[in-house]
């Protein structure tokens, strides 16, 4: 596949945006904690421990439903060395509001020790009562299938109160099974289905030191949750990790009794879903339930990987081809468009690099309009409909963990769903993600700062001079200057006194006087062997675009009387300059100052940078 970075800070480095790493902006509130069953070591406390959680690499996500639910509990060991043979804190519990972010209370507060690194040991659900370190696990009861998720964390290891927030990783310790259940021949419908997996193991122990599921209890019936789905049945069941080979899985209705055993070599692994389509025939005796095609066989996350058996095998592949032919031909656009953007209806980034290769993507974004850019750079992974990230990206209470992929339409890349940050696209656009803002003040963006009016009218040096643009083609964007090449040939042809072709430049006065209009003139050089310049004044009305902070309408009024006989051609040109849309006044840094871009809403492929006049004005960074 085609390796495509695009380097967006090649185009806003210059704007004083932040490099650094990423750093989560998920506020977290303090939490502590303090345990139970078996005698603690006292220790000295030093800085509060709170915890982030995230399950394979999803914070903020349980897959048994779309999320933690407010008053979930887990328990939590500190502890040091091997196992849990020097426990420091033992079973304390902590409690989430929803969103991920676990706390403890009163004295289930746990402090990091003065001095030395610690590791951290979680399970859901909490159990108040343990036998030893030892979980006691009951599936028999499916009808909260949450209360009977069991996950397991080992991963926050090595800290110390210096560390800052742990994040606990955690893994579904059981396995799952889902049915989708439809009528087949002879069957009106499903209304009443129960389904029981018969004569399985219903009970069993973790060992908290190792995450370890053993002494698979006693063995009975487990009528599985059934939700109705329009005419198909969804089936679920959380059941013990175990051979289930031969296993009778009995299907009941009102006009009776239909049963389907599990091939010889089933085994339903922890930490695996495992989901099959099956049609309940009720006149065909010698097959009364058909499995279409074969089990699919995945991670127990909300969404599908590339790990399927059999038949589905073939379509899961093809579907994830389509998702790569996606990728690559996004990795392939090539545009002129100013900037490359992910966007969505509550989530809006700019996209600093994207590594069809390494499969990898960068984002730039604000917490807030008035925040300070951060970057987030995740892995990402392929699946059927999109990407998953790894680990998602969590903003206030917007979370991506994953994006659905739509179809690919001129110059972006629809995106259908991304998390619980709704749809959109990703790709090339006319419009930047988030308003550009000052870095000491960050309530002004660079419009407000442009249009202040004691800026504007300061006395001095300049003649009310404010900013202007360079001859040099590099001032301007290749579609600009292919217009400034015909527009200097007309002065230098239809003009009289006038030269374009050597000399072509924009000029934007605000006048010391406020009663004096503020005028954009076009800068040409003298024709007929006289020295200096020519100036062809066109007066201009400045309006902030209270929607999007860094746009700035600029709206031709009079022209002077140097431009009679012209103003079609010079109305032409400016046009380009200054669209009706408005332009997105973009900072960037030229050595150690600061220029202005002023890039069209209308066609970002047109823009035109500007050297401010002030050297005082040069020191002030946006970003």
């Not at 840094?589 to 050297?615: H, M, Q």
């Amino acid at each position: 596949m085609k390796k495509k970075k695009i380097n967006y800070r090649s185009i806003l480095r210059r704007s004083g945006m932040n490099s650094s790493k990423f750093i989560p902006l998920v506020a977290v509130a303090s939490l502590i904690f303090v345990g139970s069953c078996k005698k603690e070591k006292e220790t000295t406390r030093a800085g509060v421990v709170n915890f982030t959680s995230s399950i394979l690499g999803q914070p903020q996500t349980r897959v048994t439903g779309n999320s933690w639910d407010s008053g979930d509990a887990i328990g939590v060991f500190m502890k040091q060395g091997p196992g849990l043979t020097n426990v420091l804190a033992a079973n304390r519990k902590y409690t989430t509001p929803g969103n991920g972010n676990f706390s403890g209370s009163g004295e289930d507060v746990i402090s990091y020790p003065e001095s030395g690194s610690v590791d951290f040991i979680a399970y859901y659900p909490y159990q108040e009562i343990l036998s030893g370190n030892v979980l006691s696990i009951d599936v028999t009861n499916q009808s909260n299938q949450q209360g009977i998720d069991v996950l397991y964390s080992a991963n926050a290891v090595g800290l110390d109160k210096d560390s800052g927030t742990p994040n606990l990783d955690f893994t579904h310790q059981l396995t799952k099974v889902e049915l989708s259940v439809d009528a087949g021949s002879g069957t009106t419908d499903l209304d009443g289905l129960t389904v029981t997996f018969k004569n399985v193991h219903t009970t069993a122990t973790m060992n908290l030191a190792t995450g370890e599921i053993t002494n698979a209890g006693s063995s009975s019936d487990i009528q599985a949750k059934v939700t109705a789905q329009g005419a198909s049945q969804f089936v679920e069941a959380i059941l013990i990790p175990d051979d289930f080979g031969l296993t009778e899985v009995v299907f009941t209705l009102p006009s009776g009794t239909f049963t389907w055993t599990l091939p010889a070599n089933t085994n339903f692994e922890s930490g695996k879903k495992t989901t099959y389509d099956v049609l309940i025939h009720s006149d065909l005796p010698q097959e009364p339930v058909a499995v279409v095609g074969e089990a699919r066989i995945i991670d127990w996350i909300t969404v599908p990987v590339n790990e399927t058996v059999g038949v589905l095998n073939d379509a899961l592949n093809s579907e994830s081809t389509v998702i790569l032919e996606k990728l690559e031909d996004f990795a392939a656009l090539d545009t002129s468009y100013y900037f490359y953007n992910f966007m969505t209806e509550h989530f809006s980034a700019a996209i600093e690099s994207f590594d069809a290769v390494d499969r990898e993507i960068t984002l730039i974004y604000k917490e807030t309009p008035e925040s300070a850019p951060s970057v987030a750079t995740r892995n990402y992974k392929i699946y059927t409909d999109g990407l998953i990230l790894d680990p998602s990206i969590s903003v206030g209470g917007i979370t991506i963990d994953s994006i659905e992929l739509g179809a690919l339409d001129d110059f972006t890349l629809k995106i259908t769903r991304a998390g619980n940050a709704g749809a959109g696209a990703m790709g090339y656009m006319h419009v930047p993600p988030y308003a550009f803002t000052n870095t000491e003040d960050r309530s002004s963006s660079t419009v407000d700062w442009l249009l202040d009016s004691a800026r504007q009218h300061l006395g001095g040096s300049g003649s009310g001079l404010f900013m202007y643009t360079q001859h040099a083609n590099v001032s301007y964007s290749d579609s600009i200057n292919f217009h400034r090449a015909i527009f200097g040939e007309y002065f230098d042809n239809q003009v009289d006194g006038a030269k374009g072709s050597t000399r072509l430049v924009n000029q934007i006065y605000f006048p010391e006087s406020s009663s004096l209009s503020r005028n954009v003139q076009i800068s040409t050089h003298r024709d007929g062997g006289e020295s200096g310049n020519r100036f062809f004044l066109y007066g201009i009305d400045l309006e902030k675009n209270n929607d999007a902070p860094s746009a700035l309408k600029v709206t031709l009024t009079a022209p002077a009387s140097t431009i009679d006989g012209h103003q079609d051609a010079f109305d032409n040109y400016l046009k380009l300059n200054f669209p009706d849309e408005g332009v997105t006044v973009v900072p960037v840094i030229v050595g150690t100052t600061l220029r202005l871009r002023l890039v069209s809403r209308k066609d970002s492929r047109f823009w035109a940078e500007y050297v401010l006049n002030r050297p005082g004005d040069r020191t002030v960074r946006f970003d």
